[in-house]
């Protein structure tokens, strides 16, 4: 079974950028569409984007559009997202997620993400 | 889009039964059999209870069954254990781009 580790995550000043990553093992990250989803502390979950399986096609939540760019890397299994000009609203948890039934069938332990000055 | 509707929290004592609203529109879950639920316990990662409405991934208890009418999904936990206390959240794929999830109900086991 596909098994998911982020890595990536810090304290960052607000305007700021940082680079999240998920290693995968067990399957290929090529295989499956793969998500990211986060959790503000003490909040709930909100889809922040998905990459296919073609490698290409890719979405993103309103909430980071123009923000944020997902990607993938298939000679090293692993799922990025880049994020820049971060805000305060964007301190949470992230999440990377296989996805999988239309939903997201197996998930990381998550990274946390702090935006402060 | 905005976030599905749940109640904030539910409980229950060992053994009972329980069952969680989740409420949305004809355009996420009135539209799409691509309802799903999910258990978080504190400082962990969620875990998929329910896909597709009402399927159940392997090594899931047939104690978690779900359904959906209309604009509303509901999960059912039959036969409370403690181990059940939790945040539960619904989720809704709306097409190939896009997933609005639930505000999320807290379980608690009496």
């Known amino acids: 079974e596909v098994q998911l580790l982020e890595s990536g995550g810090a304290l960052v000043q607000p305007g700021g950028s940082l680079r999240l990553s998920c290693a995968a093992s067990?399957?290929?990250?090529?295989?499956?569409?793969m998500s990211w989803v986060r959790q503000a502390p003490g909040k709930g979950l909100e889809w922040v984007s998905v990459?296919?399986?073609?490698?290409?096609?890719?979405y993103y939540g309103d909430s980071v559009k123009g923000r944020f760019s997902i990607s993938r890397d298939s000679s090293k299994n692993t799922l990025s997202l880049q994020m820049n000009s971060l805000r305060a609203e964007d301190t949470a948890v992230y999440y990377c997620?296989?996805?999988?039934?239309?939903?997201?069938?197996?998930w990381g332990q998550g990274t946390m993400v702090t935006v402060s000055s | 889009q905005s976030a599905l509707t749940q109640p904030p929290s539910a409980s229950g004592s060992p053994g009972q039964s329980i069952t969680i609203s989740c409420t949305g529109t004809?355009?996420?879950?009135?539209?799409?059999?691509?309802v799903s639920w999910f258990q978080q316990h504190p400082g962990k990662a969620p875990k998929l209870l329910i896909y597709e409405v009402f399927k159940r991934p392997s090594g899931v208890p047939d104690r978690f069954s779900a359904s959906k009418s209309g604009t509303t999904a509901s999960l059912t936990v039959s036969g409370l254990q403690a181990e059940d206390e939790a945040d539960y959240y619904c989720i809704s794929n709306i097409g190939s781009k896009n997933w609005v999830f639930g505000t999320g109900t807290k379980v608690t086991v009496l």
């Open positions: 067990g399957s290929s990250v090529s295989t499956s569409a």
């Open positions: 997620a296989k996805n999988g039934h239309y939903t997201f069938d197996v």
């Open positions: 990459i296919y399986n073609d490698g290409v096609t890719t």
């Open positions: 004809s355009s996420d879950v009135g539209a799409y059999d691509y």
